[in-house]
């Protein structure tokens, strides 16, 4: 709710003045203590070459020792690494989760780096909006893993901006609070860094890349915050490493011209990151990611799917009612496909009958018909074989005449007779 | 020894009393080739490569001590995002001592620059290739008395210093160019690493140049009488490679000097000091020792190679295509026939793979007809 919307509440409420000390001036107190016992949460994503001193960085502004390890230059696609920390100050616990770019402009063709760092950012809201829509829910146990703050590592150039940081940029400037830093700041030296500075803020501006600004809107921190607003982006410098100056042990840089102190302002913008990063803007960087970010992404997830806040007659439709009208939607398409399958399903079985009843009576067809055939050919034969026996028959029969007249007649003349049977025979 | 003195002749001067005979006088050639040489001239072609940003125009002004990029103009970032590659050519002639030199500086705007930077050095080597050619068809003429040679003879490539060593960029640069010109690796902008760094980094940069197989110009070795003196400097200069580097275009003062540095609020770093930075020994072995070397190695090495791999193609597309195209004259080659034949062989080899194809193809249609 806006300033405004509580004055027009207050409209109903006058403002009444108190005779006495009542007590519920404790209320913040109270609030500190309870986030005090629950813990703070916080989540830093670090993007930048490799090499750049990211993890160096962490090392210093976090005063430990993290133990990462060198990453090589050869990952072929760019990935995420997120470790998550347990830190103690005199009675404040905080969960910190470093989250390091792993091969970030070490390919060839760098068009495809700014995708996986969008997507691991959007997985974070995702897996917060599917906690807040659950039923059952436990919103103050769960283990917020969304990004509060990304520092942006920018090579030392002097000259401007990599294209690909002004592409990444772009891309996340939406979604997660930017803080440029210059890396490895001991190689620029003060005019060159005057000038490289107003060069990046003004190709961003240019470009509309939105970074994140500290907030002037509190008294007590706006003029700090002013002043830092106009120092971005911090040079800073890392190093785990310590030298003796003086007679304290500081962490520093030694180098054969000189030793770079990495808390010396003179030197670099260490301390004002740190001071404006964790010490005054921490819990408005939370703030900011769920307020802002947290619910841009909401609105665009849920508008999706097709929620709206208002149906069409205008009036405030609650979620469950849209719920509802989903459901009831889905279904009744579920059930109108699952008709119309069915459907399909009958008319094709019928096509598929007809059409082999039409293929059986043809073969029954072409049956009868080799049938009728066949009983021709043999009636035929049946008759040719009986004329041939009835042939057969006669011939015989003619035979053994011829033999019986020839037996007879053997005595008497035996060539007439041979010839009349020849003759005979010749007959038949 | 400067052009005006000259080689008095022994024998007058004879303190032992040698007789005459003994004299011939080509003693005095080294003095010649210098005379001859101080009046010809010398030229030098240089490039430098690597992402915008690592110094290389500070440094090259601070090598030459000149302002070669008065009015530059540099692109945006938004302009980058999809640039190409540019080659771009300075020549200037400077003097010392009589010594004249042509000096050309190539230098390679927008390399490494765009996101998407596949195959980003080949406007590179196809302009090294012209320079080549170009020299190739000036050699071939039939005029050939005033030939500019324009090819490249040194290519500075800048790493920087900023990441654990190679990246993939770098290693695909330098070993596309390794057969066509003389690669020196540098490592940039140095005065962002302590010396404990830059040993590591060194090492890790020489490391991977080995793994990989890259080809970097390597220092020729030290003639066998030179002194233990200079042995033991091109020792140094071979195991400080590659060198770490800072170029700086200001003159500060300190220790009551005026030198060439940068200054910090926490102390200067000069360029020529050397327990700062190895740009005295780049310098010594570019110009004062090496640049002779270089030019030939640019001569007898890559443009040999070029030239073979050159006429190799010519002759073989004349053998297949029977024509006499080439601009150069080219004589016929001792062994043509072993060519042809060789040609032959193989395309005879072709035809009877695809005769044998064709025929398990038909083989296959009818056996599946048959079924």
Redo the contacts between chains.
């Keep these: 709710m806006t300033t405004s919307d509580i004055a027009q509440g207050d409209k109903n409420a006058r403002p009444l003045s108190l005779s006495g000390h009542v007590g519920f001036d404790s209320l913040p107190h109270q609030l500190v203590n309870k986030s005090t016992c629950q813990g703070f949460c916080f989540n830093i994503l670090c993007i930048g070459?490799?090499?750049?001193?990211k993890s160096t960085l962490m090392d210093t502004l976090f005063n430990t020792n993290f133990e990462n390890f060198?990453?090589?230059?050869?990952e072929p696609k760019v990935k995420l690494r997120a470790q998550t920390y347990d830190l103690q100050e005199s009675n404040v616990r905080l969960k910190l989760t470093i989250v390091n770019t792993v091969g970030f402009g070490?390919?060839?063709?760098?068009?495809e780096s700014y995708q996986h760092v969008v997507d691991y950012i959007d997985t974070q809201f995702e897996s917060y909006l599917q906690e807040e829509l659950k039923i059952k829910r436990s919103l103050h146990n769960y283990h917020d893993s969304r990004i509060h703050a990304c520092l942006y590592f920018i090579?030392?150039?002097?000259?401007?901006?990599?294209?690909?940081?002004?592409?990444t940029m772009k891309k996340l400037d939406s979604k997660v609070n930017i803080i440029p830093v210059i890396?490895?700041a001991?190689?620029i030296?003060?005019s060159e860094l005057h000038k490289f500075k107003i060069k990046i803020m003004s190709?961003l501006v240019?470009?509309g890349v939105q970074i994140y600004q500290f907030p002037t809107d509190d008294e007590t921190v706006s003029k700090i915050n002013t002043a830092m607003n106009g120092i971005l982006p911090f040079a800073v410098v890392g190093s785990s490493e310590e030298v003796k100056i003086g007679n304290k042990m500081v962490k520093a840089?030694?180098?054969?011209?000189?030793?770079?102190?990495v808390e010396n302002e003179?030197?670099c913008d260490f301390v004002k990151l740190r001071e404006m990063l964790i010490c005054v803007n921490m819990e408005d960087l939370r703030e900011q990611t769920h307020t802002r970010h947290y619910e841009l992404y909401r609105r665009c997830k849920l508008e999706e799917m097709g929620f709206t806040d208002t149906n069409p007659e205008s009036k405030p439709v609650s979620l469950q009612e849209t719920y509802e009208a989903k459901r009831h939607e889905f279904l009744g398409d579920l059930q109108r496909r699952e008709e119309e399958m069915r459907q399909m399903f009958v008319q094709r079985v019928k096509e598929k009958e007809t059409e082999l009843k039409e293929a059986e009576r043809e073969l029954q067809g072409k049956f009868e018909q080799l049938k009728r055939l066949h009983s021709e050919e043999k009636s035929k034969l049946d008759e040719k074989r009986r004329s041939l026996e009835d042939e057969i028959n006669t011939f015989s029969k003619k035979k053994a005449a011829a033999e019986l007249l020839q037996g007879q007649s053997f005595n008497t003349n035996a060539n007439l007779k041979k010839d009349k049977d020849r003759k005979n025979s010749g007959f038949m | 020894m400067t052009s005006n003195t000259r080689y008095k002749s022994r024998a007058l001067r004879s303190e032992d009393g040698r007789e005459e005979k003994e004299y011939v006088g080509f003693a005095t050639l080294p003095n010649q080739v210098h005379r001859k040489s101080v009046k010809k001239g010398f030229d030098f072609t240089l490039m430098v490569a690597g992402e915008s940003g690592l110094g290389k125009s500070t440094l090259v002004n601070s090598l030459f001590l000149t302002d070669l990029h008065k009015d530059r103009k540099l692109l945006n970032a938004e302009e980058r995002i999809s640039q190409t590659v540019e080659i771009t050519k300075h020549t200037v002639d400077i003097e010392e001592k009589g010594v004249k030199l042509k000096l050309t500086i190539v230098d390679t705007p927008g390399f490494g620059d765009a996101v998407n930077n596949t195959e980003c050095w080949r406007p590179i080597t196809d302009y090294i290739d012209q320079q080549f050619e170009q020299y190739f068809r000036d050699e071939s003429g039939l005029n050939r008395k005033n030939i500019q040679d324009n090819r490249v003879h040194c290519c500075l490539y800048f790493i920087p210093p900023f990441g654990h060593g190679l990246r993939p960029v770098d290693i695909e640069f330098m070993k596309a160019l390794q057969d066509k010109v003389n690669v020196v690796p540098l490592i940039s902008k140095s005065d962002c690493l302590t010396p404990n760094e830059i040993r590591k980094l060194k090492d890790r940069v020489r490391e991977e140049i080995d793994t990989f197989g890259i080809k970097v110009y390597q220092f020729p070795d030290c003639d066998s009488d030179e002194d233990e003196d200079a042995r033991q400097k091109d020792r140094e200069l071979k195991e400080s490679t590659p060198f770490a580097v800072i170029g700086s275009n200001m003159v500060v003062e300190t220790r009551g000097q005026k030198v060439r540095g940068r200054l910090y609020p926490w102390g200067i770093v000069e360029v020529e000091n050397q327990s700062h930075c190895d740009f005295v020994k780049l310098r010594t072995m570019l110009i004062r020792t090496h640049m002779h070397d270089l030019k030939d190695i640019t001569c007898d090495c890559h443009y040999e190679n070029y030239r073979a791999h050159c006429i190799h193609t010519m002759t073989s597309k004349m053998n297949t295509d029977n024509r006499v195209e080439s601009p150069i004259p080219i004589l016929p080659l001792s062994t043509p026939d072993v060519e042809t034949a060789k040609l032959i062989k193989m395309k005879d080899e072709e035809l009877r793979r695809m005769q044998e194809m064709l025929q398990k193809m038909q083989q296959q249609m009818q056996h599946e007809q048959d079924l």
């Design positions: 070459e490799t090499g750049i001193g060198e990453s090589s230059h050869f070490d390919q060839m063709n760098k068009q090579a030392p150039s002097g000259h401007s901006l990599k294209s690909l940081d002004l592409v890396a490895k001991d190689t030296s003060k190709e240019s470009n840089r030694q180098y054969p011209w000189g030793v770079v102190q003179n030197h």
